[in-house]
């Protein structure tokens, strides 16, 4: 029977933590997170990382492993995974993976291409251009140096759009070129399952979230990584809206009606990326038996669709 990797997705705030535990403690595995925030030490309370406690219920794999200065990528996750994964299916017939972050899932699902670094100078010159003549001037010399990655890039992404540019004006290609997508074969079956709430509910779920993370310290956290700010993990809905606040933009009452809305808008980047899968199937996270028995009966059937 080949080892299966159990994907849970789902948007920001659905239970995905919780519904993993649970059915790790269930089939008595682990858990690797799918997060690419949750992996920097630095920064907890924004991130909605498991708890201590949480933690201690499940052995969890890519949390708390990286600094905030370090370089990673979705290239580097994929790697990581495939290299935890020779281990973890030496124990384990099951092992879940859970996270948001719609990239790097992607990457274990269908590979990823190895982008080169943008230089440094390059990626703080594009940033400030960014800031002060706006997108519309990133995305018209992108149109010039590479028409092909202009076609399908989303236009409303300015961290996409920038990629793309920093990679030509660095390597002196177009960013296209690097993306060539070789099929992938997985010697591991895949089942891949997401958590929907009804979107008044979900939303529900995020402000008060978003309450809590205040109430337990997001504030004190983002004033400690406040000189670190121009680093790429800390652009990040919760904390970027705190910075600008330290900046004297607004006051935390209005920074807080920001986190909450840039946190609706960000689930409905996420609902939105998970449906470019057909095979994803859907669930209540309330509804855990009913989770339980589909991975039984898949896993059973070891349906290499999944």
Not at 8 to 28: M, N
Not at 46 to 73: C, E, F, M, R
Request: glycine residues 6%; neutral net charge; contains cysteine.
């Amino acid at each position: 029977m080949a080892p299966t990797l159990l994907i849970i997705a789902g948007p920001t705030a659905s239970g995905k933590t919780d519904v993993s535990i649970k059915l790790a403690q269930h089939w008595k595995t682990e858990i690797i997170s799918c997060d690419s925030r949750q992996m920097y030490r630095e920064m907890s309370i924004g991130t909605a990382k498991p708890d201590p406690y949480q933690l201690s219920l499940v052995p969890h794999h890519l949390i708390n492993n990286l600094s905030i200065h370090d370089y990673y990528s979705a290239f580097l996750f994929e790697q990581d995974v495939l290299e935890l994964l020779k281990n973890l299916f030496s124990r384990h017939s099951i092992v879940i993976m859970t996270g948001g972050t719609g990239l790097y899932m992607d990457a274990i699902l269908n590979g990823i291409d190895d982008i080169p670094d943008p230089d440094p100078e390059i990626r703080a010159a594009l940033k400030l251009r960014y800031e002060s003549e706006g997108l519309e001037s990133i995305l018209a010399e992108v149109s010039a140096l590479d028409p092909d990655f202009y076609q399908k890039v989303d236009k409303k992404n300015p961290a996409r759009v920038l990629r793309g540019l920093e990679v030509c004006l660095t390597t002196g290609k177009p960013f296209s070129s690097f993306l060539v997508k070789h099929q992938v074969n997985r010697n591991f079956n895949i089942l891949l399952t997401g958590l929907e709430l009804p979107r008044n509910l979900l939303y529900e779920r995020i402000d008060q979230r978003v309450d809590q993370m205040i109430a337990t310290g997001l504030v004190k956290e983002a004033e400690a990584l406040l000189p670190m700010k121009h680093l790429n993990g800390l652009n990040t809905v919760g904390y970027r809206e705190l910075f600008e606040m330290f900046d004297g933009k607004y006051d935390l009452r209005e920074a807080i009606r920001l986190i909450k809305r840039n946190t609706r808008h960000y689930a409905k980047r996420q609902i939105t990326w998970n449906n470019r899968y057909p095979q994803m199937k859907y669930f209540n996270p309330e509804t855990i038996d009913e989770i339980k028995g589909m991975i039984s009966s898949s896993v059973d059937g070891q349906d290499k669709t999944l």
